[in-house]
């Protein structure tokens, strides 16, 4: 997704809701450092959305989600979200990036760091989340040491602590990556 095609989801979810801010949790939240990030990376059509402080309004956000109208209309779409939908390390709303301006009918985004991003991918280890973060690595758009500090302050049990420092570990491995 482009960075203006986000921007339309974010002056649409405006109308909707009559809020001026939102926070992006997933993916998507790599324009707020890196608008102008190169396309297959920033792959799904999808804006992880959320009503800052007000649940009820995020679900409203189904009028312009997964095949709605809209989506069909456009190709991309909001996916309503809420703070239980992603772990992540703690003081992550300390961290939150503001988008860069662009035409979202006065609407604002806060997104999520990168690193805080990456540990919430690590942490759901989906296939694309283990893509995604290899290639947030390869790219070096996350350094481990950042992501190893993270780590400690993730609410998550030793095990998957364990597992995802080895994953961290193998994401740098490589040349490109370290």
């Given at each position: 997704?482009k960075?203006?095609?986000?921007?339309?989801?974010?002056?649409?979810?405006?109308?909707?809701?009559?809020e001026?801010?939102?926070?992006?949790?997933?993916?998507?939240a790599?324009h707020?450092?890196?608008?102008?990030?190169?396309?297959?990376?920033?792959r799904?059509?999808e804006?992880?959305l959320?009503?800052?402080?007000?649940?009820?309004?995020?679900e409203w956000?189904?009028?312009?989600?997964q095949?709605?109208?809209?989506?069909?209309?456009?190709?991309?779409?909001?996916?309503?979200?809420d703070?239980?939908?992603?772990?992540?390390?703690?003081g992550?709303?300390?961290?939150?990036?503001?988008?860069?301006?662009?035409?979202?009918?006065?609407?604002?985004?806060?997104?999520?760091?990168?690193?805080?991003?990456?540990?919430?991918?690590?942490?759901a280890?989906?296939?694309?989340d283990?893509v995604?973060t290899?290639?947030l690595a390869?790219?070096?758009?996350?350094?481990?040491k950042?992501?190893l500090?993270?780590?400690?302050?993730?609410?998550?049990?030793?095990?998957?602590?364990?597992?995802?420092?080895?994953?961290i570990?193998?994401?740098f491995?490589?040349?490109k990556?370290?």
């Amino acid at each position: 997704m482009k960075k203006q095609q986000l921007d339309h989801v974010l002056g649409a979810a405006g109308r909707i809701t009559g809020e001026k801010q939102f926070v992006i949790v997933g993916s998507q939240a790599l324009h707020g450092k890196y608008p102008d990030l190169a396309d297959e990376i920033l792959r799904s059509a999808e804006v992880d959305l959320m009503v800052k402080g007000d649940v009820a309004k995020t679900e409203w956000l189904n009028v312009i989600g997964q095949f709605s109208p809209f989506h069909e209309q456009f190709g991309y779409y909001a996916d309503p979200v809420d703070e239980n939908t992603a772990t992540l390390p703690k003081g992550w709303k300390g961290r939150l990036v503001h988008l860069p301006p662009g035409d979202t009918e006065g609407v604002r985004a806060l997104c999520l760091d990168p690193h805080d991003l990456a540990i919430a991918k690590y942490v759901a280890d989906r296939e694309k989340d283990r893509v995604f973060t290899r290639d947030l690595a390869r790219r070096r758009i996350t350094t481990r040491k950042r992501l190893l500090e993270l780590l400690v302050a993730t609410p998550i049990d030793e095990a998957v602590r364990e597992r995802i420092r080895s994953t961290i570990d193998s994401d740098f491995a490589s040349p490109k990556s370290a």
